[in-house]
T-cell receptor, first 111, second 116 residues
Framework: QKEVEQNSGPLSVPEGAIASLNCTYS??????FFWYRQYSGKSPELIMS????GDKEDGRFTAQLNKASQYVSLLIRDSQPSDSATYLC???????????FGTGTSLTVIP | DAGITQSPRHKVTETGTPVTLRCHQT?????MYWYRQDPGHGLRLIHY???????DKGEVSDGYSVSRSKTEDFLLTLESATSSQTSVYFC???????????????FGPGTRLTVT
């Protein structure tokens, strides 16, 4: 059974702070990892993909991957109220055909 | 936004009736997926397709069938709807060769299905 574990939250941070979201995954052979943002009542929106160990930065978002620990995280700097959403972690199976998603972490940014 | 539409967007149906949901894409992506999203379970894969007439099961495929006769359309059929199939259904597409973005997946707007 392939699994993705996320802290469901809710996570609350003040505006301007750093939000840290964490995820562990079960498939040691997986090479591709993703973070999606989902606003209430809307579809998931891809915000970051990461394939190599280390950090990947895109604007206010930084994804971190540690394959040895089977751990991926997302940092949101200078958090804004518009970042309030549920963040889904996902990985692509090592067979390359199926994606597995966590249940998501709910983030609230308090003005 | 990726060109993905789903129809209908909302549907209420009775137990035992067949239901077909449609996903239509204009991106010419090879891979298409059907997920359901339920509280406490996250997104779970029902079926996926890797080309016209090429489909495979996901982790929650029981009670569902799919068809893909054209690249742009992927149909999900609930053969005899049950209350446990009340959910939000999302279609997604990906194609590392066409999009140039390795395995990034893009979602449609979703269909909210209620089985009474």
């Amino acid at each position: 059974q392939k699994e993705v574990e996320q802290n469901s939250g809710p996570l609350s941070v003040p505006e301007g702070a750093i939000a840290s979201l964490n995820c562990t995954y079960s498939d040691r052979g997986s090479q591709s990892f993703f973070w999606y943002r989902q606003y209430s009542g809307k579809s998931p929106e891809l915000i970051m993909s990461i394939y190599s160990n280390g950090d990947k930065e895109d604007g206010r978002f930084t994804a971190q991957l540690n394959k040895a620990s089977q751990y991926v995280s997302l940092l949101i700097r200078d958090s804004q109220p518009s970042d309030s959403a549920t963040y889904l972690c996902a990985f692509l199976s090592n067979t390359g055909n199926q994606f597995y998603f966590g249940t998501g972490t709910s983030l609230t940014v308090i003005p | 936004d990726a060109g993905i539409t789903q129809s209908p967007r909302h549907k209420v149906t009775e137990t035992g009736t067949p239901v077909t949901l449609r996903c239509h894409q204009t991106e010419n992506h090879r891979y298409m997926y059907w997920y359901r999203q339920d509280p406490g379970h996250g997104l779970r894969l029902i079926h996926y397709s890797y080309g016209v007439k090429d489909t495979d099961k996901g982790e929650v495929s029981d009670g569902y069938s799919v068809s893909r006769s054209k690249t742009e359309d992927f149909l999900l059929t609930l053969e005899s709807a049950t209350s446990s199939q009340t959910s939000v259904y999302f279609c997604a597409i990906s194609d590392p060769l066409t999009s140039g973005r390795a395995w990034e997946q893009y979602f449609g707007p979703g269909t909210r299905l209620t089985v009474t």
